[in-house]
T-cell receptor, first 114, second 117 residues
Framework: ETGVTQTPRHLVMGMTNKKSLKCEQH?????MYWYKQSAKKPLELMFV???????ENNSVPSRFSPECPNSSHLFLHLHTLQPEDSALYLC?????????????FGPGTRLTVL | AQSVAQPEDQVNVAEGNPLTVKCTYS??????LFWYVQYPNRGLQFLLK??????LVKGSYGFEAEFNKSQTSFHLKKPSALVSDSALYFC???????????????FGAGTRLAVHP
């Protein structure tokens, strides 16, 4: 689990706040992902960065803004969130180009929007 | 449509008994299948995967999974359950992205495994 780290682990914010989630991978991978995990719903893929370029945005509201400055770091900038955005946000990384490109996940950030 | 189904929300097993967590899939082409486990307040941990070859795949913590092409299933198994195996288990299938260049994982809804002493 130490291969992908996420900070903070817990975050409580008001609807007018601006905050950022950080993810760092120490596995030498070239792709990083943001997922949202809500209660009683399957994991939702939000964004994918492949070689630092965003290659997927799964119709995510603009109040979520990703940033990938290099292949090891991924951010999710949050602003004017809604209570329904409360969830566990998971970061993952993989090595694209390998036969299997298994995704490895971080511990997640538990976000509560008041 | 490509999808993964985990028909059981929860599986209850007594410690020491064998366990099975079920997964069925629907994909075009050859399936690449994965199992992940999630402990409370933790991220997903990779357990095992099937790509090709032997239908019985062995993974971490004594888990194994059996790929059955005719039944489109990939059930997770363990011969003797431990209380510490209690967690949320996710099955996933890899599918190509629309734009190409990488692969996506489609996850099942998850199955909660409860192992009782």
């Amino acid at each position: 689990e130490t291969g992908v780290t996420q900070t903070p682990r817990h975050l409580v914010m008001g609807m007018t706040n601006k905050k950022s989630l950080k993810c760092e991978q120490h596995l030498g991978h070239n792709a990083m992902y943001w997922y949202k995990q809500s209660a009683k719903k399957p994991l939702e893929l939000m964004f994918v960065y492949n070689f630092k370029e965003q290659t997927e945005n799964n119709s995510v509201p603009s109040r979520f803004s990703p940033e990938c400055p290099n292949s090891s770091h991924l951010f999710l900038h949050l602003h004017t969130l809604q209570p329904e955005d409360s969830a566990l946000y998971l970061c993952a990384s993989s090595q694209i180009g390998l036969y299997t490109d298994t995704q490895y996940f971080g511990p997640g950030t538990r976000l509560t929007v008041l | 449509a490509q999808s993964v189904a985990q028909p059981e929300d929860q599986v209850n097993v007594a410690e020491g008994n064998p366990l099975t967590v079920k997964c069925t899939y629907s994909v075009s082409g050859n399936p690449y299948l994965f199992w992940y486990v999630q402990y409370p307040n933790r991220g997903l941990q990779f357990l095992l995967k099937y790509i090709t070859g032997d239908n019985l795949v062995k993974g971490s913590y004594g888990f194994e999974a059996e790929f059955n092409k005719s039944q489109t299933s990939f059930h997770l198994k363990k011969p003797s359950a431990l209380v510490s195996d209690s967690a949320l288990y996710f099955c996933a299938v890899r599918v190509p992205s629309k734009g190409g260049g990488y692969n996506k994982l489609i996850f099942g809804a998850g199955t909660r495994l409860a192992v009782h002493p």
